[in-house]
Every structure is written in C-alpha cells, then in structure tokens.
C-alpha cells in the first residue's frame, strides 16, 4: 500500500469503483455505499505500512470492506433495537386520559390555581394552547429535556393533587 499521498490518492482513483461494489454487495443500502468507503479508505489510510507485502492492495482494502461493512451491519443493528426499545417505553407509558367528571375538573381548576404563576402559565400554553415543549424550551431558555422533565413533574404534582382534593 502506498505510504505516500499522491500514491495513495493514485490507489483511491483506481480501486474506488471496485470496493464500492464489494460494499454494496455485501448488502449495504445504496445510500450509504459512500459512506462506508469512506471509513474504508480512512482505516487504509491510518494503517500504512502495515499491510501484508504479500497482499495485494485491492484484497486487502476488500478486507477492509468487508469490516466496515459488518460495523455499518452492527451500528444499524443497535440503533433498530435502540429505537424498538424507546418506542416500547413511548407505548407503555402512554395511557389515554380518562373522562373526567365535575369533582376532578373543579379539583383540577384548585390544584391549577396552587401553582406559582410562571407554571400555571406554562401548563396553559402547553395543553390549552398547543404550544409544542420545544417551543417552550426555546422561549425559556431551557433545553427540550428539561422543559419535557418540568412538564412531567407538574403533570405528577397535578395528578396527585387532583387526587387528594377527590379523597
């Protein structure tokens, strides 16, 4: 493998056709074919000089391939099992609201008036005027997750209050 810059580039131009096919071939989306060349000719490009002499240049950026491409089969395979297990939490977590009767709204509409200003403001723009938590996020000046961490504990506080005022 060439330890130079313009061999390199040289060696680029003449096997990128080559390992891209080698790449998608292995399965890897289209899309993302130029993506894992990339990291294949990186990782060539860091380990100049220490390829086999007996190996030609063009089987071993294959090889190369062929690793980058399982990592790319790997990374895709977390993120899925990542994203399966965020959208399980979503579902689980979500419960639909329950009719609510006279004695809670009238409860609700105490506990609302127990807030400090600032919050009763908050839950109003949120629920009663659709304002999305990024948008509040943005308007306070918090992060989205700690809008949406806020958000949550005043819906607790709410829920228990709305609870004890019915007991």
């Known amino acids: 493998m060439p330890h ?12 990128q056709a080559a ?10 989306p289209t899309s993302d074919v ?5 990291e294949v000719y990186l990782d060539a490009w860091a380990q100049r000089g220490r390829e086999p002499a ?6 071993w950026l294959r090889g190369m391939a062929r690793n980058c491409a399982l990592e790319y089969f790997r990374r895709r395979c977390r993120q899925a099992r990542q994203h399966r297990r965020i959208a399980d939490l979503l579902i689980a977590t979500e419960t639909p609201p329950a009719p609510i009767s006279s004695g809670q709204l ?7 008036s127990k807030l400090e200003r600032g919050h009763r403001e908050l839950i109003e723009r949120r629920y009663c ?17 700690a809008m949406h961490m806020l958000l949550s504990r005043l819906r607790d506080w709410l829920r228990r209050c709305v609870l004890e005022s019915a007991t």
């Open 4 to 15: 130079d810059t313009r061999d390199f580039e040289t060696l680029m131009i003449e096997t």
């Open 129 to 145: 005027n659709a304002v999305s938590a990024a948008e509040l996020a943005m308007d306070s000046g918090k992060t989205s997750g």
């Open 34 to 38: 130029d993506d894992v060349a990339q």
């Open 19 to 28: 390992v891209r096919a080698h790449i998608a071939g292995m399965g890897v």
């Open 106 to 112: 009238g409860a609700l509409q105490a506990c609302l």
């Open 54 to 59: 007996d190996v030609e240049p063009l089987r």
